[in-house]
Nanobody, 119 residues
C-alpha cells in the first residue's frame, strides 16, 4: 500500500507564504507524474502544479504561473514540495499530493492539508 503524509498547511494573511510537503512510503524515482491538486468549497478538484516525465519544465495552473507557486521534489528522500508565495484568498482550499506511476495510472493520493488565506 502506498501512503502519503502531507504537511505545511495552515492559515496565512494575503501576500504571505507557505511551503507544503508530501512524504511518500514508496520510491518516487520512476513515477510518471507527481503533483499537487486542490479543492475549494463548491468547486471540483483541480491541478495546481505537476512534474511529468518527458517535460523539460513543470506544468502549472494559469492562476499560479509566473513562479508564484513552485513545485519541487527530493528523489532521495521520496518527498514532494510546493512553495506558495503571494497567497491570495482564492488560494484557500484543501491541497492534495498526487503520484502516478504511468500515464493512465494508478493514482495515489494524500489525505489533504488545509490552506486558508484571509485577513
Amino acid at each position: 500500500q502506498v501512503q502519503f503524509v502531507e504537511s505545511g498547511g495552515g492559515w496565512v494573511q494575503p501576500g504571505g507564504s507557505l511551503r507544503l510537503s508530501c512524504q511518500a512510503s514508496t520510491s518516487i524515482f520512476n513515477m510518471y507524474a507527481m503533483g499537487w491538486y486542490r479543492q475549494a468549497p463548491g468547486k471540483q478538484r483541480e491541478l495546481v502544479a505537476e512534474i511529468e516525465t518527458g517535460r523539460t519544465a513543470p506544468i502549472y495552473a494559469d492562476s499560479v504561473k509566473g513562479r508564484r507557486f513552485i513545485i519541487s521534489r527530493d528523489l532521495y528522500r521520496n518527498r514532494l514540495f510546493l512553495e506558495m508565495n503571494n497567497l491570495k484568498p482564492e488560494d484557500t482550499a484543501v491541497y492534495y499530493c498526487n503520484l502516478r506511476k504511468w500515464q493512465s495510472g494508478p493514482d495515489y493520493w494524500g489525505q489533504g492539508t488545509q490552506v486558508t488565506v484571509s485577513s
